[in-house]
Every structure is written in C-alpha cells, then in structure tokens.
C-alpha cells in the first residue's frame, strides 16, 4: 500500500500544478472575499419614503398563484402596500423577507413589519415593528431594520430580533444603536402586545478602536441554553466603516 500512497501524493502535486499553470505561487494571490456592506435594510431606515411610491407604468394587479395543493398548503404573506396601513403612510425598501413556522401558526418579519397567520392561512394579527416594540423605556422609538424569527424548539417559542439606530455624525451625542428582542410567552401568541410577548433591549453602541460602532445585519440562533445574535458594526457618520464582528448574548428568558 506505501507505493499507493507515494502514487497518489505525486498525483495530487502534478493536479495541483496544472491547476496553477506550473506555478504553486499562483494560490497564493486568491483574494479574501470582500467586507460586508452596510444592509439594504439599515441604508434605507433613514429614507422612509411617503406613499404613493411611483414605480412606473400601471401594471395589472399581482395575481397570487398556489403552489400544487398536493405539495404543500400556501397562502400570501405582506403586500406592498400593507406599509402605509402599518407605518403611518410610509413605505419599506427593501422587504427583507422572512417567516418561522412554530407548531399552531406561522410568524413572518419584513421591514418594517411583523404578523402572525395560522397555518391555513387566515391572518390572525399584523403591526409595525415600531409598534411592535413600543415598550416605554425599550428602544429609540425609530423605524426598525432588518428583522429576523426563529422558532424555538427547545422551549415551544417564537424569537424575533430587528435593529434600530441613530446615526447623525461620528462622535455625535445623540447616535445611538439598539438590538431589540422579542420572545413569545407561549407557542401561539394571540396578539402583537406584552399581553403575549416579553421585550428585551441590548444597547449596540460599542465603542471599537476608539470610534463608536453601530450594529447592522443580526445572525440570529438559539440553542436549549440561550439566544445568540451576532452582528457587523460599522463607524456612525457618513460612508460608515466595518469595524470587526460584535456579539450578544442573552441568557434564556
């Protein structure tokens, strides 16, 4: 077997080699990938624009197509123009679209909102993020960005994270940064209120190499010990810069 193996390690040079063009130096320029870019959903949270948006030439309405009955049960989430209903005649670029399906019901984010369907897909409850989590004391009372849901197994529980910030100049005062969590008392919360969530802030003002950070873009898990929420962070002030990878950690509530 040692011929085999001085075979197939001569082999795997001479590949090598030919990949490279002759020259094993060559692996050596591969480029990192590039650094995060500041999300879609934090550039816009200071560019809410009123309704109407014009988008262009009137087009015939969406017709909403189901998938194969056979295949799965389907039924549309937000529409486009559920934002000036929900954020005061305001409307969200971009959606940032995404949805957890817990055990009685379904529980779906975008920017900047948030609803509750049963799994047949009668609409139970809809609300801003903003309102959402207006719990006094809580967070900035902004326009939030980039929320995500999960459904927690362990615990039988909806988690949702979404982010807000001020940013005015580097060094201003008045910036702030928010990670603001939500976890559901039960798995079938029946409204948008504490009635049926517990509320939690994370202050993601951090300060990295002397500049201050704000916290964009959440990774968002759980395990049966606790949420995690990870984050890039940027400088406050114009063309903000990534900085490293911030954390939270929040213990189970």
């Known amino acids: 077997m040692a011929w085999k193996t001085k075979w197939l390690g001569l082999l795997s040079s001479l590949l090598f080699l030919l990949a490279s063009g002759g020259n094993a130096a060559d692996f050596s320029r591969i480029q990192p990938p590039p650094p995060p870019e500041i999300s879609g ?17 009137a087009t015939a309405p969406y017709r909403f197509t189901p998938f ?11 529409g486009f123009d559920d934002n000036p209903v929900e954020n005061d005649g305001f409307l969200s670029i ?3 679209p995404i949805g957890a399906a817990g055990t009685d019901r ?51 529980r909806f988690v949702v994270v979404t982010l807000e910030r001020t940013d005015t100049a580097q060094g201003d005062a008045a910036n702030a940064s928010r990670i603001l969590l ?21 202050n993601s003002m951090i300060d990295i190499g002397g500049v201050n950070r704000w916290a964009d873009y ?8 606790a949420v995690y929420i990870t984050n890039n ?7 903000g810069l990534l900085a490293v990878s911030g954390s939270g950690l929040l213990t189970r509530v």
């Open 68 to 78: 194969d009955s056979a295949a799965a049960t389907s039924f549309p989430g937000f």
């Open 94 to 96: 971009p959606p940032d």
């Open 182 to 202: 939500a976890v559901s008392k039960t798995a079938t919360p029946a409204t948008a209120t504490s009635a049926d969530w517990y509320y939690h802030t994370i």
């Open 218 to 225: 959440p990774g968002f898990a759980v395990d049966e010990e």
């Open 41 to 57: 959903g934090a550039a816009m949270s200071g560019h809410a624009q009123k309704a109407p948006l014009l988008l262009g030439p």
């Open 233 to 239: 962070m940027f400088s406050f002030g114009s063309g």
């Open 106 to 156: 379904v529980i779906a984010v975008v920017n900047t909102m948030i609803e509750a369907s049963s799994k047949s897909g009668t609409l139970l409850w809809r609300d801003s993020l903003k309102d959402f989590f207006n719990t006094p004391g809580l967070g900035l009372g902004t326009r939030t960005f980039d929320p995500k849901v999960i459904w927690d197994h362990y615990e039988n």
